[in-house]
Structures are given as C-alpha cells and as structure tokens.
C-alpha cells in the first residue's frame, strides 16, 4: 500500500511537472494552454497535496505572471480562475498570493475598457478569495485603492432599474454587480473592518436608489446583506446611514413587502431578510426606534410574525427586531400593545423551545414593563385619538391584571421550586411542608376570589347562608350539617379544589372561586377530632389526617406534585363528611391507588401499591382482585408450557459481532483497504489529525469501518514508511 501511495504521489507531480512545461512552451495555442490550466486546478482539487507542490515548483507565480502577460482573453481567464481555486482551497496558497502587486494586476483588469464582462469577473473572484478571512488582504484591497474600483463598479455595472434578467448581456451584468457586491461585503466583514466600513458607507444613498426603485429579490438580497454587514458594530456607519434616510428606506420596503407576503411566500421572507438590516441598524442605537414608529413597523412585524411559513430562526430575527424597536421607545410599545402583541410574546415564550428566541420574547416583555407602570399615569401626554384612548384604558386595566396575577404566579412556583428543593435535599419536615402547601392554596384562592367579581354578591349570599349552619362532630364520627344535600357538596368540592379551580370555565369561575373560601373556613373549624392516643395537632393547619395512625403499614409511593396531593386530601375530606352524615362511623381509611398519583407511576410500581395497601376502594379491590386471577392462570399455564414467562424478557443489546448457536463469537469478515481508503486515511489525516472519528465520518469508508480499524492501519502505514527510508 506505502508503495501505491507513493507512486500515486510521484505521478501526480510527473503530471503537473509536463503541465507546467506545457503551458511554459504553448504560448502561441491559448487552447492548448487552457486546457492545462484546466488540468491544473482538477488535479489540485482532487489531491490537497498538489497545490502545495505546485507552489513549491513556483507554478503559482508563473500561472499569475501568465494571467498578466498573456494576450489571449480566455488564457487570462482560465488563470485567473485557476489561481483563486487553488487559493481558495489552500491557506499557504493565498498568503503567498497576497500581494499588492497582484492587486494591481487585478485593478488594471478592472479598469481597462477592453476587459469583457467575464474577465472582470474572474478578477473580482480572485480579490474576494484573497480578503476573505484575511486581516492583510483587507488591508492590501484599502491601501492599493482596489476597494474605490470596487465601488465604481458598483454604481456603474447596472444603469438601469428595470432589470430584465432573460437578456443574456443584463444577466451577464448583473452577475458582475453580484459578485462585486459579495466582495464588499468579505472587505467589511469577518474580520471586521470599521475602515473599510467607512469608505464602503458611501455607497448608501445609491443603495437606497435601488431599494426605491426595484423591489425584487435579485436586487434586495445582495443590498441587503452589504448594508447590514456594513453597518454592524459601527456606531458611526449607522448615524449616517440614518442621516442620509437610510432607515426611512428600509421602512418602506418592509411595509411594502409585509403587505404583500400573505399572497406570496418570496415576499414574507425578503421582508424578514430587511427586518434584519433594520435590526442591525438599530442595535446599538435604540433611540432611532422612533424612525420606524412613523410606519407603524411595530404593527407590520407582528403581522409577519404570524405566518405559517416562517421557521424558528426567522421568528427570533422578528422578535428581537421588535426587542430593539420597543427598547428606548414608548411609541412603538404603545403600538405593541395596541396590536395584540404581549399576548403574541407571552405565546412564543410559552411554546418554543428554542433558547435563544425565548431569550428575544423575554427582552420584549422587559422592555414593556415599564411602559405598563406609565400608561395609567401618562395617558394624557400623548396625543391619541378618543378611539384609541379608550382602548388604551382598557388595556391598562387589563395589564395591571395580568401584572398582578405574574407575580402571584411567579411567587407561587419560586415557593413551590423553594419547597421542591429542599425535599430533594433531605433537610424538610413533614409539618412544615403541609403548612407551606396549604398556605399557599390559600394565597392562590384568595388572588382568584379578588379577581374574580362578576358575580361576587350571589356568591356571598350563598357564602353566608353555608358557613352559618351549625356543626357537630362527636369523639368517634363526623356529623355534617354545612350542606342540604349531595348536589351542594359536590359544588363545594369542585370549589375547595385549587387545582380544578385554575382550569375551570371563566364563567363558572366567578361563582366557585367565591364560595372556595368560605368553604374553607368551614372545613377549619370542622376538622376537630378528639382522640386517646394522640396530641392534638396545630391549629395551623387547613386539614387534618382523619384517620389514626396505622402500625406495620407497607411503605407507600411519596407524591411529588403539592397541588396533587392538597386536591386528593379535599376530595376524601369532603366525600368523608358526606359519607358519614348520617350517623356516627368510623372513618374510611384512604385507598394509595387513590391518592397517588404521580409521573413515577408504571404498569409494575402501581400494582405493588395496590398490594400493600390494606384499605382498598371498590374500584382497586376488583382491580386487584382481576389481576390475582390472571397470573394465577398464567402460573399454571407456566407449568403446562415452560415458555411462557410473567415478565418480559430483557432485551439485548445490539452488536456487530454475530454469534454461533454455541454462543461463540465470529470473526468479521476482513475487508482490505482500498487505494481510496488509504488516500481517504491520509487526507483526514493531514486535515483533522488523529480524530479517526471524524475521518470517518467525513469521507466515504466501507461499511463496517471503524475509527480503531483507520487508527491501526495508519500505524502500519506509517511504519512501513519509516522502515523503508534509509
């Protein structure tokens, strides 16, 4: 194999040896010489190694002193082609094109008038390989005046704005300005480079001629990307962008094409493409959000927002776009307000679950806090219509709701996270987790019971007449007499339940929440039980356990959920007292089936909880009891046929390696490396190092290739290499 490869290696600088002799004795055939740069630029790409050889021969330099010298356009053109594939495919390769003598050759080509349209291209190909992630090729295209034909071009290559691109010379044209506007955009960008930045913000007021003037894709996508990259991070870019009505432009555009978007999907994402360079042009200056405000973007953005077609990374670019708007201006947060949108962000926080467009909501909703504070304040400073005021107003009743009921909200899961963490520590007693739990069912109620005041009178009416019945309860039962009949207890339940309260009808809401305090203070002071054997408890405490404490009982499924756990000890509280009120019994033992209820529960963990709970429901005993009769049945069918098993079998794990019946494992079958796998092993090599994993995944090896196969068969190669060099 070390033999092949070196082989390989030494007839692929046999081959560009006799090219290079070709074209050094061809100089009267353009053909022939174009046919071996063509050649060239395959062999190189094929084999990373060959443009360093190439290099090394000094076939670089005699490919660029030929694009110079030659007088064959097509020579000129196929050298040039040549010279940025392989500096584009080569680090070394570049550096050692980068000069500024080349730069010079590449200007002349761009401003000779005998230079055809293609010739000017390649050159522009050439000067975008050399700037591209290069600091000293940015610097080279400034200082050599490169950057200023760049520019010309740009104003000059398409004179008119009615672009009719199915003209072969338009086309040819167009993608001449395309290109020369990609290059811009490398002389700006990645690294940024705030000089040239300065010098390409000249271009601006005829940017904006073309955005006025021809709204098409072709044209809008380029302009777009050369300002926003020539805008970004510099402060100074943006004011005179701003200055020269850059930002009034792009509104325009946007307003134009959101209007349009619901007929046509191109449309809806150009318009995402300009709120980007809007976005880019306002970042770091948030006050210019009051440009945007005379064309109500705010409005048009959450419209765009709205559409189907637009994927999660389009929806965080709009949202941060309307963070940055509503950022340092009130009138585009009134706008936001005004057309639906926290209810918009609140959703898009709520649903998504990418990170980063969370992130954008949250800054949305932070940025309209304040606002909301100062809209029942300074009404009255802002010129709004009647129609609109009265809106306003009630949108402001409508937010002070909804911030009252945020921070009960987030009061309510800090305390439940607070509580949840220091179960899992270890370090929390079984009292003070009850109290907690209960006196935030309570908390909860109440916020409800104010907010809720549609129907508040009938409820207190109906409060009043409950709570002042008298109760009764002796030392071995519980007598009730809050409730006539098992209809009004039921109501009572559903009301008492924190958890169905939160999720109930807005309708049926109103008259419940009321009653959900009263029947609690009912319960209160109901739940007094007087026994021999144990010490009355706090008084603290919303419910008791009615039952006594049973010895010797199986461990039970601990409950997780507070809210759970709070609605099943109402739910048995309740149906207790209407179990018992007709005379004195002794109380139902809860059934674990029952009241456990969590995420840890499964076929086989539910079934042991049924088991070792002594006091069973109806329901679970027959349950049990189906269960019991069942694998009775398979038992003694497992007798008749071994076969049959109670559990399911474990599954095993998959694997490569077949086995005999014996249990033996076998040999894979030894594929031998091909002449492409090893070229494969050393180009992954060369590039990524001794990450085999990444080599293969990275190029196309056998099936059943592994990274240690690639890793020992480098050794060897390796080693065979070393053996044989004296």
């Not at 072709?218 to 100074?236: A, K, Q, V, Y």
């Not at 907690?436 to 104010?450: C, D, T, Y």
Request: glycine letters at 4%; a positive charge.
């Amino acid at each position: 194999m070390e033999c092949e490869d070196t082989k390989k290696m030494q007839e692929m600088k046999t081959d560009l040896n006799l090219l290079l002799e070709c074209l050094k004795h061809q100089m009267d055939n353009p053909f022939s010489q174009k046919d071996a740069l063509v050649t060239i630029l395959s062999i190189c790409q094929q084999n990373s190694e060959a443009s360093v050889y190439f290099r090394e021969v000094g076939g670089l330099m005699f490919v660029k002193n030929l694009a110079k010298s030659s007088e064959y356009s097509m020579v000129k053109e196929a050298a040039l082609y040549t010279l940025g594939a392989v500096a584009e495919q080569n680090v070394y390769c570049q550096q050692t094109l980068c000069t500024s003598e080349l730069f010079e050759d590449l200007i002349w080509f761009l401003s000779n008038n005998d230079s055809n349209i293609n010739l000017k291209r390649m050159s522009v190909y050439v000067i975008l390989v050399l700037v591209s992630n290069n600091r000293t090729g940015q610097t080279l295209v400034r200082e050599t005046g490169c950057i200023k034909v760049l520019s010309q071009l740009f104003r000059t290559v398409l004179s008119k704005y009615e672009l009719n691109l199915s003209d072969e010379n338009v086309f040819q044209s167009y993608q001449l300005w395309s290109s020369v506007c990609s290059t811009l955009c490398v002389c700006v960008n990645n690294p940024q480079n705030d000089d040239n930045q300065t010098i390409c913000s000249s271009l601006f007021l005829h940017a904006n001629e073309w955005l006025i003037n021809c709204m098409k894709p072709e044209i809008i996508r380029p302009i777009c990307s050369f300002i926003g990259l020539t805008l970004s991070n510099n402060t100074h870019v943006q004011k005179y962008f701003i200055s020269v009505g850059g930002l009034d432009v792009l509104s325009q555009v946007l307003v134009k094409l959101e209007s349009d978007s619901h007929k046509t999907l191109v449309s809806a994402k150009l318009a995402v493409v300009v709120t980007k360079t809007v976005d880019a042009c306002i970042a770091d200056n948030p006050t210019f959000g009051v440009v945007l405000s005379k064309y109500h973007i705010v409005s048009k953005l959450l419209a765009l927002l709205l559409h189907e077609s637009l994927d999660a990374g389009e929806k965080f670019s709009i949202i941060l776009t309307l963070g940055h708007c509503t950022e340092a201006c009130e009138e585009n947060q009134y706008d936001l307000f005004k057309n639906n949108g926290l209810p918009l962000m609140i959703q898009a926080l709520t649903e998504s679950q990418n990170e980063e467009l969370n992130r954008a909501a949250t800054f949305v909703l932070h940025n309209c806090k304040k606002t909301t504070e100062k809209l029942s304040l300074s009404l009255g400073e802002y010129s709004f219509d009647e129609n609109e005021a009265e809106q306003l107003k009630d949108m402001n009743v409508k937010e002070k709701n909804l911030e009252e009921y945020w921070k009960k909200a987030k009061e309510i899961l800090r305390r439940i996270k607070q509580l949840e963490r220091e179960k899992d520590e270890g370090h929390i007693q079984t009292e003070r987790y009850k109290d907690s739990v209960s006196s935030m069912k309570i908390s909860f109620q109440k916020h409800l019971h104010a907010h809720n005041i549609g129907r508040g009178a009938e409820a207190e009416d109906e409060d009043k007449s409950q709570s002042s019945q008298p109760q009764n309860y002796k030392s071995h039962g519980v007598t009730s007499k809050a409730c006539s009949n098992d209809d009004q207890m039921k109501t009572l339940l559903e009301s008492a339940n924190p958890v169905n309260a939160c999720y109930r009808e807005s309708g049926k809401n109103k008259t419940l929440c009321r009653a959900n305090s009263s029947c609690n203070q009912n319960l209160r002071e109901e739940t007094t039980f007087e026994k021999d054997n144990f010490a009355s408890q706090s008084s603290d405490h919303v419910f008791k356990h009615p039952t006594p404490i049973v010895k010797n009982r199986k461990q039970q499924l601990a409950v997780t959920d507070p809210f759970t756990l709070c609605s099943d000890i109402i739910n048995k509280e309740v149906i207790s007292f209407l179990a018992n009120d007709s005379c004195s019994t002794m109380l139902k033992y809860r059934c674990s089936g029952c009241i456990a209820v969590g995420k840890s529960l499964n076929s086989r963990n539910f079934s042991k909880l049924l088991h070792s709970c002594p006091y069973q429901c109806d329901r679970h005993k027959v349950i049990v009891e189906a269960e019991d009769r069942y694998k009775s049945e398979l038992r003694k069918s497992l007798i008749c046929n071994k076969k049959i098993l109670l559990t399911p079998r474990r599954r095993r794990q998959p694997s490569n390696q077949s086995t005999t019946p014996g249990g033996i494992k076998k040999r894979r079958i030894r594929k031998n490396f091909t002449e492409e796998e090893v070229n494969y092993l050393f180009s992954g090599v060369k590039k990524m190092g001794n990450h085999w994993n990444s080599i293969l995944w990275s190029f196309p090896f056998q099936q059943g290739r592994r990274a240690v196969d690639l890793a020992h068969k480098y050794r060897k190669l390796t080693k065979r290499q070393k053996c044989a060099t004296p």
